[in-house]
């Protein structure tokens, strides 16, 4: 059960922004994080502090050990192997890291790469580099009625020349689950690989990479409940095993000699320098956070925060929420319209009653391009967030209409 009281775990909550309650809505951008995590961090820094995988010396083999525990929890969390996991900066790092060494690898000149329309730039930008290097193209799966992926263009979208389909889990602008169980057979019907970009749902839904059937998954650590600056890139073990490095350097080597150098086993092939250790170890206290709370709560606190949001949101006039709005299929990410109200206006009173909303783009530009929409204000919502926070949002929206209609008055 989630229940309010866990708002003690996370100190951020309990600033004034304003003069006035901090109510915190924009978790997909990042999430607040618990003390543990904090005390995670600072117990690096002030009693082990050591580089890994070198020393021999006691406060080196401390972290050693405790940086290769958190590779254990993070494969544990996800029902992987540690060895496929491999630290990254975050999500965009790994899209990047797929694209650099299995993209330049597997994509020739005529090869599709296969995205859909509600990607992350993190997740178009890299395919693009590589597609423009390659010769290859890029293809679209469409977004349907009410924000969910067409499923029917699959067989059209999908065909012989595609070698990476890369796909989110969940959009950080329409909330949309997607069925990547549906993508992945298609994609290996064709013998591509499914590239799946976890940066929305890993922090929110229980995801198991066998259950998602994908062949890479990248997640941020700072979405959930961990610190900035860490992420991770999930391989299947035979494809990682027949993978260039990205960076070369310090660790990721056998043996190095003037002219060339052997390589070491995943994940140490792709982590070449000294890692965020400490950011690394902080996730894997974020893991046990999340864990300790479990997934299954976590999901279901956020789906019926959900349903209280939007049916407390369709009550505004004037209000147009993208996306679905079935709970069901969908998270806490809810960017909506209000009237012809610019977002950026809407956030701007919101943060002076105290409301973190995002407007923008939130990164998805030929998405907003698609829905004809230059940008959108964006609630988010995650585990400490409650439905006396999304009354206090409704209130500001009503706010946010008097202020412009005050002034469209006062313009007669
Ligand atoms: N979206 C948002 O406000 P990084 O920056 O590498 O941790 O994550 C990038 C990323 C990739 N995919 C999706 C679906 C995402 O939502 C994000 C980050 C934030 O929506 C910041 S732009």
Not at 128 to 134: C, F, G, N, S, T
Request: glycine share 10%.
């Amino acid at each position: 059960m989630i229940t309010p009281a866990l708002r003690a775990d996370f100190p951020l909550l309990h600033v004034r922004m304003n003069g006035k309650p901090l109510i915190y809505l924009d978790s997909a951008a990042t999430s607040q994080k618990p003390q543990a995590v904090l005390d995670a961090l600072l117990s690096y820094y002030r009693e082990y502090n050591a580089n890994v995988h070198r020393g021999v010396y006691e406060l080196a083999e401390r972290a050693t050990l405790a940086y290769e525990a958190a590779r254990e929890k993070v494969a544990t969390f996800i029902g992987a192997r540690a060895d496929d996991v491999i630290f990254v900066r975050g999500t965009t790092e790994s899209i990047n890291l797929i694209a650099q060494t299995y993209g330049r690898q597997n994509v020739r000149g005529g090869d599709d790469i296969v995205v859909t329309e509600m990607e992350h730039h993190s997740n178009l930008v890299p395919w693009q580099m590589l597609a423009q290097d390659k010769g290859a193209a890029i293809r679209v799966l469409p977004v349907g009625a009410e924000g969910m992926l067409d499923l029917g263009a699959l067989d059209r979208v999908i065909g012989p020349r595609t070698r990476i389909v890369s796909m989110t889990h969940q959009s950080n602008v329409l909330g949309t689950i997607n069925d990547v169980r549906a993508v992945a057979a298609r994609a290996h019907a064709v013998g591509a690989v499914l590239v799946v970009d976890g940066a929305q749902s890993v922090p929110h839904l229980p995801v198991r990479v066998a259950e998602l059937g994908c062949d890479f998954l990248a997640f941020s650590g700072h979405k959930m409940c961990g610190p900035t600056g860490i992420g991770v890139l999930w391989g299947r073990g035979e494809i990682l095993a027949k993978m260039p490095p990205f960076h070369g350097g310090g660790e990721m080597i056998e043996r190095v000699e003037y002219e060339r150098s052997t390589y070491r086993e995943s994940p140490h092939r792709f982590e070449a320098g000294t890692p965020n250790i400490a950011g690394a170890i902080a996730l894997g206290a974020a893991v046990d956070y999340l864990t300790a709370l479990g997934m299954e709560n976590v999901r279901a606190h956020e789906e019926s925060l959900v349903r209280y949001a939007i049916a407390q949101l369709s009550d505004l006039p004037d209000l147009k929420i993208l996306g679905p709005t079935d709970p069901a299929t969908r998270g806490g990410a809810i960017a909506f319209q209000l009237g012809d109200l610019h977002a950026h206006d809407v956030a701007q009173i919101l943060g002076d009653e105290g409301i973190a909303v995002r407007a923008g783009h939130h990164c998805a530009q030929p998405l907003h391009r698609k829905l004809g929409v230059p940008s959108t204000a964006r609630a988010s919502l995650y585990l400490y967030n409650t439905t006396e926070e999304i009354d206090a949002l409704v209130r500001g929206l009503e706010k946010v209409r008097a202020f412009f209609a005050g002034r469209r008055t006062g313009d007669r």
